[in-house]
């Protein structure tokens, strides 16, 4: 099992930049592929970026492709999500997941989550 912290949200202008980071707990982060979600209010909650366990695969989806971009330091147990060129639309609850039992990156099922972190984005 694993427990998700994230932080690094906040107000931000549009065409500016935020980093957020999930902090995890336990043993085998490394196990695990990560994912970074979003949910607007009064929307459903969407993938935004996916990261397998060894760095080097990523997924965005089209929406934020180009400007966010999704990193993970297995050594600190830690995933991030650099988003540049921020726009209003971005505004959201932002929440980092985790899951061990996919052999493939994909953007569903993810097994745990943390309690999100607020991002809003003045135009």
């Known amino acids: 099992q694993v427990q998700l912290v994230e932080s690094g949200g906040g107000l931000v202008q549009a065409g500016g930049s935020l980093r957020l980071s999930c902090a995890a707990s336990?043993?085998?982060?490394?196990?695990?592929?990560m994912g970074w979600f979003r949910q607007a209010p009064g929307k459903e909650r969407e993938f935004v970026a996916a990261?397998?366990?060894?760095?080097?695969?990523?997924d965005y989806a089209d929406s934020v492709k180009g400007r966010f971009t999704i990193s993970r330091d297995n050594a600190k147990n830690t995933v991030s999500l650099q988003m540049n060129s921020l726009k209003p639309e971005d505004t959201a609850v932002y929440s980092c997941?985790?899951?061990?039992?996919?052999?493939?990156?994909?953007?569903?099922?993810?097994?745990?989550w943390g309690q999100g972190t607020q991002v809003t984005v003045s135009s």
């Open positions: 336990g043993r085998t982060f490394s196990s695990y592929n």
């Open positions: 997941a985790a899951t061990n039992r996919a052999l493939v990156l994909r953007r569903y099922g993810y097994d745990y």
């Open positions: 990261i397998s366990r060894s760095p080097g695969i990523t």
